[in-house]
């Protein structure tokens, strides 16, 4: 498919753009990623629909939405189903090389080959459902304990489905910045790796850059 870029004209000012470069560096190794993901039985690429009347109002040849919707199933249905998996394997296979000086690939972490080495490790995020569904899913796909920590308005359904995954979720009678609180500080205490989408210090850690990454 041939495509084209097209230049916002509000995009970033000059300044804006030079205050973002830190970020945009920290992410630019995302190639293994996807080179490691399209690896994994259940990656399929994802169908373009093309959107020819929208196209046509904001003055542009052809615009295409991205249908991320069956993403590793629809039973998953996270629209963050990439990013979160992909940092449980990364940090699954550091563990097992930082143990054993050997680092698994995912096919051997999926056959429970590691296990004894990766089965205490837990993963953990704040979430209103979509990266806890998809770190819910990684745990249980690499081998993994997993605990989301939700606040007082996710639904029931959406904390089902990360239970249904495996996931122990922990909900807050709070609103979501209580529950990004209080993950960060049981993953301190408890020696857990927190797998957030979000950096606060532009994306200089390997955990938000695999989320990112991927």
Not at 145 to 153: D, G, M, S
Request: glycine share 8%; aromatic share 8%.
């Amino acid at each position: 498919m041939d495509y084209h870029h097209h230049i916002n004209a509000s995009r970033l000012s000059s300044g804006a753009a030079n205050h973002a470069g830190g970020c945009i560096k920290n992410l630019a190794k995302w190639a293994p990623a996807v080179e490691e993901i399209r690896t994994w039985p259940e990656y399929s690429p994802q169908p373009l629909h093309k959107l020819p009347n929208l196209s046509r109002k904001i003055g542009i040849d052809q615009l295409y939405v991205k249908d991320e919707s069956q993403r590793f199933s629809r039973d998953l249905g996270a629209f963050k189903a990439l990013g979160a998996p992909y940092a449980v394997y990364r940090i699954l296979a550091n563990t097992v090389f930082d143990q054993i000086g050997t680092r698994p690939t995912s096919a051997q972490l999926r056959t429970g080959m590691y296990s004894e080495l990766t089965s205490t490790t837990t993963v953990c995020v704040a979430t209103d459902g979509n990266q806890g569904r998809g770190l819910a899913y990684g745990a249980k796909i690499f081998g993994c304990r997993c605990v989301t920590y939700i606040h007082r308005h996710v639904s029931k359904g959406r904390q089902n489905a990360m239970e249904n995954l495996g996931a122990t979720v922990i909900r807050i009678d709070d609103e979501y910045e209580a529950s990004v609180a209080r993950a960060k500080e049981d993953a301190r205490m408890n020696g857990w790796h927190f797998v957030s989408s979000t950096s606060w210090t532009d994306f200089d850690n390997d955990i938000p850059q695999d989320v990112m990454n991927a």
